[in-house]
């Protein structure tokens, strides 16, 4: 929380006192040796330098706190949602295209008065944009990671209030604007975007539909995650007395379509965190990333998704990095962003800044992974995304279709989703072509067929290959003799 008193009121409190002390002397030494008219004057000339002096105090709510975001701007700002639609004539309104409502905010320079216990409070928004100059580092000059603008409330009242806004009134409003979210239950999905090469968060509303309940996966690593989840929420003490970070990271892997980022949907939809979406290509540099991290809020999920291909991550040892494919090659001059530096500020700085952080990272490819990434205490929970079961299937059917109870079609289509490797992803999809419960499965018997085809046509020819491989081989044997 940023507070701050523009002037000092310890210093106008004591100014006051000692000029109204030296105001009664004077009185008192004016009454025996000047005449009342003149008394009269000197009198009002000093009453009136008295209303010069502010009897206000104003506290300063910034949007940042250095590095790090201000809760309580943000309070404010939803608090003050609610209120300046009926008080206030200039207002800014704004919506992504995936948000249900638009959120109306306060337009430059706006006041709105609130009443609290008898306390007349006046608040006001303030944007400056300031233009500043690339900062360089390491020799690149188109570089730099600076905010440009300045977003900030004013909240005035008379000063004799001050304690009493402190201690009641800005909690009030924290309280407020907490119950808010959980009533509106707004989620969050923050993104990286890059303006002129700084790098910061982007927000809008996270609608995702995804929850625990439409999502098809084993069912007692289901039950298995959510009784986690549930636990690390309800362990604050647990961290504290054990002297650890309050922080869980998952690992999610398996292949694509089997529901990795559904997982994750689920999860913020659950806890109600905001997602914040770590997209490694956009980094460049170990300090971007710090930055970023430090301007996470408390109560999210930190997502990096396809660990084992988004980024190619210098290792721990020396100037080389991993490609794409798993492959050691010299690190590049420009790159300064290394797994060393991400797996150490996650377990260290940044997670001791925070509470209740929670880490997914995803892969496909579980054994391209740093081992420092799979090591004990990194990601809590490794949590295995594979193909469709039967019990995925009905899941499936009855979300997409609506359909709770038995269907001929069923067991024939059971059979060939155990027998071959099917992702939720695919019959997601054939589900989604067609409302009609029987139509859709004939569709999803076509599909399924197709599929059988085309795998024994390529295990035909996986055949041939070795065939015509090994007789080369034979040939080539003989050829040695
Ligand atoms: N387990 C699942 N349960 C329900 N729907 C699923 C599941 N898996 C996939 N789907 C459906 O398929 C779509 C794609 O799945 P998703 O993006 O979650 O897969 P992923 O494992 O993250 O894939 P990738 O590895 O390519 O990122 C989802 O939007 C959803 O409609
Ligand atoms: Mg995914």
Not at 32 to 40: D, H, L
Not at 231 to 245: D, N, S, T
Not at 442 to 471: A, S, W
Request: proline share 3%.
């Amino acid at each position: 929380m940023v507070v701050n008193f523009s002037p000092s009121p310890s210093s106008i409190f004591a100014a006051y006192a000692s000029l109204s002390a030296f105001v009664m002397l004077l009185q008192t030494m004016l009454n025996q040796v000047i005449p009342r008219q003149v008394q009269n004057y000197i009198w009002s000339f000093i009453q009136s330098y008295l209303r010069t002096i502010p009897s206000n105090a104003t506290i300063i709510i910034e949007e940042r706190d250095g590095m790090s975001g201000n809760e309580v701007y943000d309070a404010a700002e939803i608090y003050l949602s609610t209120k300046i639609r009926e008080n206030i004539d200039r207002l800014k309104i704004s919506k992504c295209h995936k948000d249900n409502d638009f959120s109306v905010k306060f337009a430059q320079c706006q006041k709105v008065v609130d009443i609290f216990e008898g306390i007349e409070l006046e608040w006001k928004f303030v944007y400056e944009e300031r233009k500043k100059s690339p900062n360089v580092i390491d020799g690149d000059t188109n570089h730099y990671l600076s905010m440009s603008e300045k977003k900030y409330f004013e909240l005035s009242f008379h000063k004799k209030h001050k304690d009493k806004v402190l201690d009641l009134y800005v909690p009030f409003v924290l309280e407020k604007a907490n119950s808010f979210r959980a009533e509106k239950k707004i989620v969050k999905l923050h993104t990286l975007s890059c303006h002129l090469s700084s790098i910061t968060w982007d927000s809008i509303n996270f609608r995702h539909p995804s929850t625990f309940n439409t999502l098809a996966m084993d069912t007692k690593i289901k039950k298995d995650v959510i009784a986690d989840l549930e636990k690390f929420l309800q362990r604050k003490e647990f961290y504290k007395k054990v002297g650890k970070a309050w922080k869980r990271g998952y690992l999610l892997y398996g292949p694509p379509g089997t529901g990795k980022s559904s997982l994750i949907a689920a999860m913020a939809n659950y806890l109600k965190f905001d997602i914040y979406d770590l997209e490694l290509t956009n980094i460049r540099h170990d300090s971007d990333f710090r930055k970023l991290l430090l301007r996470t809020s408390n109560r999210s999920i930190l997502v990096i998704e396809d660990m084992d291909c988004s980024v190619e991550l210098p290792n721990r040892n020396g100037p080389m990095c991993v490609d794409g494919l798993g492959q050691a090659r010299p690190r590049d001059n420009h790159t300064q962003f290394s797994l060393s530096g991400l797996l150490n500020f996650m377990d260290g700085l940044w997670s001791s800044c925070g509470d209740e952080r929670i880490v997914v990272v995803t892969t496909n490819n579980k054994d391209k992974l740093d081992p420092a990434l799979l090591r004990p205490g990194r990601m809590d929970m490794h949590i295995h995304m594979s193909y469709l079961t039967r019990d995925g299937f009905k899941l499936l059917v009855s979300t997409y279709l609506g359909n709770q109870g038995y269907h001929e079609r069923f067991e024939e289509i059971e059979e060939s989703i155990e027998s071959m490797k099917i992702t939720p992803a695919e019959v997601a999809e054939e589900l989604l072509k067609i409302d009609d419960l029987d139509t859709s499965l004939e569709g999803l018997v076509n599909f399924l067929q197709c599929r059988r085809i085309e795998n024994n046509m390529t295990k035909d020819k996986e055949i041939e290959e070795n065939e015509v491989h090994n007789v080369k081989r034979l040939a080539s044997d003989d050829t040695d003799i």
